[in-house]
């Protein structure tokens, strides 16, 4: 069973940054992608960001050349960087584990925390 402990959220003015974590437990899951996802009242949930064992990234339209993703594989561990945020940032942001590829695959959720952008 793979537990996702998530960190990072906050309150933050438009402009500022924040830095989210989420830290996988060692377990039998083998972990080939990492990423957060996020999702705004009455939206459905959207890829923010994903990230593969070999570094390679993939990014939502919306946060290319402002977010930054990476992880750490020795510690099963994710991050997202994000800088410029904006009030359309806001939402929850769900980490999610998967054994499989970008676009499908067996996935894990972490319980989410909360990210707002102040006007």
């Known amino acids: 069973q793979v537990q996702l402990v998530e960190s990072g959220g906050g309150l933050v003015q438009a402009g500022g940054s924040l830095r989210l974590s989420c830290a996988a437990s060692?377990?039998?899951?083998?972990?080939?992608?990492m990423g957060w996802y996020r999702q705004a009242p009455g939206k459905q949930r959207e890829l923010v960001a994903a990230?593969?064992?070999?570094?390679?990234?993939n990014y939502g339209n919306s946060v290319k050349g402002r977010f930054t993703i990476s992880r750490d594989n020795a510690r099963n561990t994710v991050y997202l960087q994000m800088n410029s945020l904006k009030p359309e940032d806001t939402g929850v942001y769900y980490c999610?584990?998967?054994?499989?590829?970008?676009?499908?695959?067996?996935?894990?959720w972490g319980q989410g925390t909360q990210v707002t952008v102040s006007s």
């Open positions: 990230i593969a064992r070999d570094g390679l990234a």
């Open positions: 060692p377990s039998i899951f083998s972990i080939d992608i």
């Open positions: 999610n584990v998967r054994r499989g590829t970008f676009d499908a695959g067996i996935d894990r």
